[in-house]
Nanobody
Framework: QVQLVESGGGLVQAGGSLRLSCAAS????????MGWFRQAPGKEREFVAS????????DYADSVKGRFTISRDNAKNTVYLQMNSLKPEDTAVYYC?????????????????WGQGTQVTVSS
């Protein structure tokens, strides 16, 4: 059983930064793509960013391009989401997820394990 544990969320003013971390259990972390998703109150969960198993390839939602950076450290079984220039509309619960068979797609159905989420609140 794979466990994903997010951390790093909190309350920040607009224009500020946060770095989210997602620690994964298991010995095969480096074989899987990883993704970050978010769900704002009253809205559906949406794709934020993803990264390939090696870290060589990344993908971002248009709404976060140029502000957010996804990265990973396979030696530490951890994936990160650096969030800069935060806006109130970034307020959401952020989830990390493991891609099926190495996928790092934006499609949620291609992810098989999910963390419990971490709250990010951006005040105006």
């Amino acid at each position: 059983q794979v466990q994903l544990v997010e951390s790093g969320g909190g309350l920040v003013q607009a224009g500020g930064s946060l770095r989210l971390s997602c620690a994964a259990s298991g010995r095969t972390f480096s074989s899987y793509g990883m993704g970050w998703f978010r769900q704002a109150p009253g809205k559906e969960r949406e794709f934020v960013a993803s990264i390939s198993s090696s870290g060589a390839y990344t993908d971002y939602a248009d709404s976060v391009k140029g502000r957010f950076t996804i990265s990973r450290d396979n030696a530490k079984n951890t994936v990160y989401l650096q969030m800069n220039s935060l806006k109130p509309e970034d307020t959401a619960v952020y989830y990390c997820a493991r891609g099926r068979g190495g996928s790092y797609s934006s499609a949620q159905y291609l992810y098989d394990y999910w963390g419990q989420g971490t709250q990010v609140t951006v005040s105006s």
